[in-house]
């Protein structure tokens, strides 16, 4: 699955070279987010403030549990920043011990 949203992310930006693609892909923040929740069936879990200007987004797909995380900017502009795979929630525990 992460090579098909890979493959995905590169059909959508052409216009990327291939150094910057290493490092982060960006686009157009409701372009992105449309690849990402209508393509890849993807909800975003959770999200902070990085910055002024910019937000941490935390992707995680319903069924594969791949995750994605992207920084979306002000500009509306939004880069992957990071994927990865099997994302858990970890369960609170009752005991404090």
Known sequence: MKKA??????ALFPQTSQAQLIDTVCEDTARLEKQ?????GADILGYGLRGPDSVIEIWVERDSRDWT???????????????????????????PA
Not at 36 to 40: I, K, Y
């Open 69 to 95: 995380l992207v920084q979306t900017y002000t500009n509306g502009t939004s880069c992957i920043m990071a994927m990865g795979e099997h994302w858990e929630v970890p369960q609170a525990s009752d005991d």
């Open 5 to 10: 949203i890979i493959l995905g992310a590169l």
């Open 36 to 40: 990402l929740f209508g393509a890849v």
